[in-house]
């Protein structure tokens, strides 16, 4: 089973989403940030190399958020909340990104695997 890191970071404005520039398909569609880990990684691993890539923040990983849920055959998102610990985040590799309060959550256009999580995501706002 293959495993797609996302990443649950909750600042004072909301939690963080990014809206796809790529590919075709989804672009302009939300996910959280995050990515494929690769062969050798851990899922924390994964989540602080791909927090620098598309962010250029260092962050620290913590608990699950969510259920494991299923894209394909073998591959599942798997969401970890972290916290910030250096740099601002800038969106590098996304068309924007946006701090989401609970009530913009339902708001945006989610990738169909992030709407299975929201109200895992939405319990982490106030
Ligand atoms: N990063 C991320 N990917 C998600 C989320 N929800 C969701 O369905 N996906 C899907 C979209 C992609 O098919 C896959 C991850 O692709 P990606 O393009 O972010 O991963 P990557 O950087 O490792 O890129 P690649 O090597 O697979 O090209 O997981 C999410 O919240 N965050």
Same mark, same amino acid.
């Given at each position: 089973?293959?495993?797609?890191?996302?990443?649950?970071?909750?600042?004072?404005?909301?939690?963080?989403?990014?809206?796809?520039?790529?590919?075709?398909?989804?672009?302009?569609?939300?996910?959280?940030?995050?990515?494929?880990?690769?062969?050798?990684?851990? +899922?924390? /691993?994964?989540?602080? !190399? %791909?927090?620098?890539?598309?962010?250029?923040? &260092?962050? =620290?990983?913590?608990?699950? $958020?969510?259920?494991?849920?299923?894209?394909?055959?073998?591959?599942?998102?798997?969401?970890?909340?972290?916290?910030?610990? +250096?740099? /601002?985040?800038?969106? !590098? %590799?996304?068309?924007?990104?946006?701090?989401? &309060?609970? =009530?913009?959550?339902?708001? $945006?256009?989610?990738?169909?695997?992030?709407?299975?999580?929201?109200?895992?995501?939405?319990?982490?706002?106030?």
């Amino acid at each position: 089973m293959r495993v797609v890191v996302g990443t649950a970071i909750v600042g004072s404005h909301g939690l963080l989403a990014q809206e796809r520039a790529f590919p075709p398909e989804v672009a302009g569609m939300w996910e959280v940030p995050g990515g494929r880990v690769e062969p050798g990684e851990t +899922d924390e /691993e994964a989540v602080r !190399r %791909e927090c620098m890539e598309e962010l250029g923040v &260092t962050v =620290a990983v913590g608990e699950r $958020v969510g259920p494991d849920v299923p894209l394909r055959d073998d591959l599942v998102l798997r969401v970890y909340r972290a916290s910030l610990v +250096d740099g /601002e985040p800038i969106a !590098r %590799e996304h068309r924007t990104l946006r701090w989401l &309060t609970a =009530a913009d959550l339902p708001t $945006v256009e989610w990738l169909p695997a992030d709407r299975v999580l929201l109200p895992a995501l939405r319990a982490l706002l106030p």
